[in-house]
C-alpha cells in the first residue's frame, strides 16, 4: 500500500476553493496514467481514460468523484495587535478546536500558528465561564508576529490544521483523510489497471473536484460536463464503532470492508447498481458493508443529477473521528475500497 502518496496527499494544505496545492500533486503523480488530463472553470482536476477494448455500441461513461478539499478557514479580519479572525469553510465541531496547531496560506509563504477561542484562559475563568461552549466563530489564531502579522496575511487566504500523518497498529490517523483517501484511490486504482493491462470497454473519467465540503460544487460542474452514464462518488463515511455509541448509530465498522453506501441526505443510490457491486463484492471475496447516512452528503449525489442523470452510489471507508485532526481508517477497509473499484472497472 502507497502509504508515501497517502501521506503527501493529507499533508498538502487545501481548503475549499483553494484545492491548487493537492492538485498540483495529483497532477505529477498522474502522468502517464490518462489519455486526456484539464483543469476546469471551477479548479476541478479531469482525468479521462480511453476504453481499451471494443465493446457493443457507445462506450460506457464512468465516473469517479474524488473531491480534493479538507475543511479549512479563510482569514476574515487581521486586527492591530495581529490576532486574526476567521470564517469556516466546511462543517467544523467547534469542541475539537480548542489549543489546536494550524498553518495558514499564503501565496507567498506559509505561516505556523495556534488556535484558540478568544476570552479568558483556565486560571482566570469562573467555574461558571468554563462551562461555556464556544462557537466556530468565536476561535482566533495567533500567529506570534504580532502588528507584522498584517504585513505577511492578508483577507482570503486560507488556514488549514497542522498535524502529520501518522500509522498506528493497522490504522492511518491525520486530518485531512476527507477525502485524500479518494484522491489515493483514484490515482491508485487507475495505476493498478495499467500495471495490470486490465482490458476495459468503458470510458473512465476520474474527477479530483473542488469545493464538496460547501456544496458538491466542483462535482456538480463537472459531472455536467461529462455527462456520465455511471456516477461513483468515493469518500469517507462515519465509523462510529468507538464506546459510548450503541450499535446501530455506528454506521460502519472498522475492519469490515469497504462501505457501498446506500442513503445519504444528498442521494439514494441506485438499487441495481447496488446489487451489481454487491454481486461482484461476494464473486471477488471482497468484505463490505452496505452504510446509510442520516443527514450529510457526497459528490455520487452529483454525478447522479447531473443533465439528464446517472446512476449512482457511494464507494467509502469508514472513518473514525470524522472532520477533526485524528480522522483514523482501517488499512484493510482502504484496500476493499480499491479492490472493489479495480475489479468494476476491469470488466466494465
Not at 468523484?65 to 467544523?92: A, T
Not at 507567498?108 to 462551562?131: F, Q, W
Request: hydrophobic content about 40%.
Amino acid at each position: 500500500m502507497n502509504i508515501d502518496l497517502l501521506k503527501a496527499l493529507c499533508e498538502t494544505p487545501g481548503a475549499p476553493g483553494h484545492e491548487h496545492r493537492v492538485r498540483d500533486l495529483i497532477t505529477a503523480e498522474i502522468k502517464g496514467l490518462f489519455d486526456e488530463v484539464k483543469t476546469d472553470a471551477m479548479g476541478s482536476l479531469l482525468c479521462k481514460r480511453n476504453p481499451t477494448k471494443k465493446g457493443k455500441g457507445d462506450p460506457l461513461k464512468i465516473m469517479l468523484c474524488c473531491h480534493m478539499d479538507e475543511i479549512g478557514f479563510l482569514v476574515s479580519h487581521i486586527s492591530k495587535d495581529g490576532f486574526i479572525n476567521i470564517q469556516p469553510v466546511g462543517g467544523f465541531d467547534p469542541r475539537v478546536l480548542h489549543a489546536r496547531r494550524v498553518v495558514v496560506c499564503t501565496d507567498k509563504g506559509d505561516y505556523k500558528a495556534v488556535m484558540n477561542p478568544g476570552g479568558k484562559g483556565l486560571h482566570i475563568s469562573t467555574p461558571e465561564e468554563r462551562k461555556k461552549q464556544h462557537t466556530v466563530g468565536e476561535f482566533i489564531i495567533d500567529t506570534g508576529m504580532g502588528k507584522d502579522a498584517a504585513k505577511k496575511i492578508q483577507v482570503g487566504d486560507f488556514v488549514v490544521m497542522d498535524e502529520p500523518l501518522i500509522e498506528i497498529g493497522s490504522k492511518v490517523v491525520s486530518k485531512a483523510l476527507d477525502n485524500r483517501i479518494a484522491c489515493w484511490l483514484g490515482i491508485e486504482v487507475i495505476r493498478e489497471l495499467v500495471k495490470s493491462k486490465a482490458k476495459h470497454a468503458c470510458e473512465i473519467h476520474v474527477a479530483f473536484t473542488a469545493q464538496e465540503e460547501v456544496g458538491l460544487r466542483g462535482a456538480k460542474t463537472a459531472s455536467y460536463a461529462i455527462k456520465p452514464d455511471i456516477g461513483f462518488g468515493i469518500d469517507t463515511t462515519l465509523a462510529c464503532d468507538t464506546p459510548g455509541v450503541p450499535d446501530k448509530d455506528r454506521t460502519t465498522v472498522q475492519g469490515d470492508g469497504f462501505g457501498l453506501h446506500v442513503k445519504d441526505s444528498s442521494f439514494i443510490a441506485d438499487r441495481d447498481l447496488v446489487l451489481e457491486i454487491e454481486k461482484l463484492a461476494k464473486k471477488k471475496k471482497i468484505p463490505f458493508q452496505r452504510t446509510l447516512l442520516a443527514a450529510g452528503g457526497q459528490d455520487g449525489a452529483a454525478a447522479q443529477q447531473a443533465a439528464a442523470g446517472a446512476k449512482a452510489v457511494g464507494i467509502v471507508v469508514g472513518t473514525r473521528y470524522i472532520h477533526t485532526v485524528t480522522e483514523m481508517i482501517e488499512k484493510d477497509d482502504l484496500q476493499a475500497a480499491k479492490d472493489i473499484l479495480v475489479a468494476y472497472l476491469a470488466q466494465a
